[in-house]
């Protein structure tokens, strides 16, 4: 075990013992913006050498190491009441126009929180995030491997597993993706950032100086609304050596789509958008009628659609239920089959995104520009011997390779097969189409009996309004 796992263990060891901290997302919570005030106070000392008459944008008792760095410093009631009647107040109201560091830190500690009461406690914690170094590129590499296991452990913190898609699928997605130097891509709901940092790792292979890294920091940037989320992305990304990572508190839902336009067009869209989510009353109405719901990913989808560039690309994890459904999904699918080449779509098997949700889910590839003429399909298989996945027995990188090597000179096999766009109008758009190379199935799941039930009720609600406003009509 490294010392820094060592350190992270030691770190949830004494939180526990603290009475304001009340479970798993508390917890990752308090000790992540800790250590984001550890990892800036590194930072500082290498852009104090990097960067001339650098000026930190954190009053100079307000820096960690003037608080926080002597082991036998503040500590009991005294150090709590600094951290909320000093510290927190401070940050929260930081004057954004200071410099872009400052804008980084204020968006941080908008809706961030002590939870820690207990000051004995507190400074245990402190000594501890003390004895990491995040300038020491092997222990930063670490604990870059650490940071992975705490934002999985949010798949166990109720519904916020909903900030976690597995390594491996990301990995893949942006694998076939293939974002290059200096093209824009985005994350509209980027969650702790998964996309974000493997695209990082991805763009940084192609740099070769100072002025392209600069490049590569300008272009890779995320969007999310819920504050936790955001705390661990920012981290995430400046772990990966993002010194102003851009990620944005706000919902891209919430500005009517017709004043998007062509400045915020983007190159590369990845993103695994909350599904199951249901969008605050109003949202739906800053879209088209066409396409008005209060379902999350149907709206992003839409709004993704809108956003892309020609010729720009997309990566998107999407359930069975946006291939089946009708009504909007039906017109959304429309819109996204005439505007976009819809050429892939890995169909994953059960238990992917457990133990968060059970319900089966599609990586969906397009491109802009040019309407869809046929649909590949790979329907992506267990490993040997297994029967499913589990927080022990997660997805596996290694086992894309099999569609990686079938990628680029596809050909139908037992596990591929593609689909003419006639074959899918006559559907009526669905795109829920089974392996035809398989015995057909025919006890479906109940996750996917329970959509198609929720789909038939609301299409039923749909008549039953349309049948009152002619009665309505006709009786006036």
């Known amino acids: ?20 901290v009340d479970g798993d997302a508390q917890r990752i919570s308090q000790m992540v913006w800790m250590l984001f005030m550890k990892i800036f106070a590194d930072k500082e000392e290498e852009w104090e050498i990097t960067i001339d008459d650098y000026q930190s944008p954190i009053p100079e008792n307000l820096k960690w190491q003037n608080w926080a760095a002597d082991d036998e410093g503040l500590t009991g009631d005294a150090l709590m ?13 930081l004057d954004i126009t200071l410099s872009p560091r400052a804008k980084i830190i204020r968006s941080v500690f908008d809706d961030t929180y002590n939870f820690m009461k207990n000051g004995t406690l507190f ?10 170094d995040f300038n020491d ?21 109720g519904s916020s597993g909903e900030y976690y898609t597995p390594r491996a699928v990301t990995q893949f997605m942006v694998d076939m993706i293939n974002p290059q130097l200096g093209e824009s891509v985005l994350d509209p709901a980027c969650g702790t950032g998964g996309f974000l940092t493997c695209a990082i790792d991805h763009v940084r292979n192609q740099v070769k100086d100072y002025t392209e890294r600069d490049v590569l920091q300008k272009s890779i940037r995320g969007i999310e609304k819920k504050p936790l989320p955001h705390l661990l992305c920012t981290t995430n990304l400046m772990l990966h050596g993002f010194d102003l990572p851009v990620v944005r508190r706000d919902n891209l839902l919430s500005k009517p789509y017709a004043d998007w336009g062509a400045k915020d067009k983007l190159d590369i869209i990845l993103s695994n958008p909350p599904f199951g989510g ?6 739906e109405t800053n879209f088209p009628k066409k396409f008005r719901t209060k379902e999350t990913a149907d709206l992003f989808l839409a709004l993704i659609i809108k956003l892309l560039k020609d010729k720009g690309r997309c990566a998107i ?50 491109e802009k520009g040019t309407p869809t003429k046929e649909v590949w399909y790979y329907e992506h298989q267990y490993p040997e011997g297994a029967k499913s996945y589990n927080k022990g027995n997660p997805i596996n990188i290694k086992e894309f390779d099999v569609e990686k ?39 479906e799941s109940p996750e996917v009996i329970l959509e198609k039930f929720r789909t038939t009720e609301q299409k039923i609600s749909s008549i039953q309004d349309e049948i009152i406003n002619v009665l309505t009509e006709a009786l006036k």
Request: include cysteine; charged fraction near 30%; hydrophobic fraction near 35%.
């Open 1 to 20: 075990m490294s010392n820094i796992t060592t350190n992270i263990k030691g770190i949830r060891d004494i939180m526990r013992k603290d009475t304001g």
């Open 81 to 93: 009441e600094f951290i909320e009647t000093e510290l927190f107040p401070a940050l929260k109201e």
């Open 123 to 132: 400074r245990q914690v402190i000594n501890v995030i003390n004895q990491i």
């Open 137 to 157: 590129s092997k222990e930063s590499h670490v604990f870059n491997d650490l940071y992975e296991t705490i934002l999985k452990d949010l798949q166990s913190a």
């Open 278 to 283: 249901v969008e605050e009353d109003g949202t």
């Open 317 to 366: 994890v999407l359930p069975d239920g946006t291939l089946f459904g009708e009504g909007m999904k039906t017109r959304l699918k429309e819109e996204l089959l005439d505007k976009c080449n819809l050429h892939t779509i890995v169909r994953l098997p059960n238990g992917v995104f457990n133990p968060y949700t059970s319900i089966k889910t599609n990586l969906l590839f397009f």
């Open 405 to 443: 090597k079938w990628w680029n000179k596809r050909v139908e096999n037992e596990y591929a097969w593609k689909v003419s766009i006639e074959d899918i109008k006559k559907r009526n758009y669905n795109l829920d189409i089974k392996n035809p190379h398989q015995e057909a199935d025919n006890l």
